[in-house]
């Protein structure tokens, strides 16, 4: 008996092992998962089964990871980092996942993201980066941007973003964004008439609500009209002059002053900054042709009304006329009538 129950604790200890389910994890094998959640993990374990297609290890205190962390994992599809400490991902963490669809980040401590970080995740699918401390992101990522759908960097750090980035999301559905520093001034212009064609047809998002500069903090980035947006300055003279390399400037002629000056003036005032001319807002020219037909619609009704009136006053007083007509000629008719008979008397 005590052999047999030896036998049993032993088949027990040692299941974890001939499963491939590392020590402080929970592995489930009809679904492929392996929940490693809040276990105090400061690395990713070494003995993860190789056909887990969810990992768990969310609440952790994981600060750094290797290059190619995941290759014991390639069919990976959920990755779930959520509340780690992680600061900073090398380009090639996440290489040999080429199936992860889904990628939690939240609740990091991330500045910025390098522009490779994802270029080996070509079927990432939802990307969660909030509540981190991102300050920048690139203007590409690469193309495992292509079939992204869910994209959620809100309670971020985030003052501007690269129209080019989101242009490289062609499948985006959701795409979340406040909580941020937004400056809303002429950068974040081209970010707006994006969100505005990313809703018409179909996009869901959130507000992005400005902090800087004073005069639109508190309000919706997507609420301000475009015309009061002023257009960005080109980058100044002096400084674009001074990018262009100055060789053979020795063997230059020295013009005279006053051809200098003349120059001067003429170049000055060629080159002087011009305002762009503002885009035309659509849902402005749409008012105003709703408006203009509108108008048009009531004066057409009041002509309408009008010639009826006129018609009607004209038939009234015809009516009238030839009424008191018949009434004069009856008369004289009588009169007629009995002085022919007293002649034929």
Known sequence: MEGELFLLSSMIFLLPVVCGCPERCRCHSPSNSVDCSRQGLAEIPSDLPPQTLTLHLQ????????????KSVPHLTTLNL???SLSNLTPGVFHGLQHLQVLNLTQNSLHSLESRLFHSLPQLRELDLSS?????????????????????????????????????????????????LWKCNCHLLSLKLWLETFVYKGGITDNIICVSPDAWKGKDLREIPHEL???????????????????????RAVPRLSDSHSTGERDHRE??????????????AVATIVITGVVCG??????LAAAIYGCTYAA???????????QTNEPTKTEGKEL??????
């Open 59 to 70: 609440d952790n205190q994981i600060h750094q990871l290797p290059t190619s962390a995941f």
């Open 82 to 84: 959520y509340n780690n």
């Open 132 to 180: 981190n401390n991102i300050s920048h992101l690139p203007a590409s990522l690469g193309e495992s941007w292509e079939n992204l759908t869910v994209l959620a960097i809100q309670q971020n750090r985030l003052r501007q973003l690269d129209r080019a980035l989101l242009e490289s999301m062609p499948r985006m559905k959701r795409l979340f964004l406040k909580d941020n």
């Open 229 to 251: 947006y002023h257009p960005c300055p080109f980058p100044s003279l002096h400084l674009q002059s001074s990018q262009v390399p100055q060789l053979g400037a020795a063997r």
């Open 271 to 284: 080159c002087e900054i011009k305002p762009k001319p503002r885009p035309a807002n659509l849902r402005h």
């Open 298 to 303: 009531i004066v057409c009704l009041m002509m």
């Open 316 to 326: 009234i007083t015809a009516q009238y006329h030839g009424g008191r007509l018949a």
């Open 340 to 345: 022919f008979d007293s002649s034929l008397a």
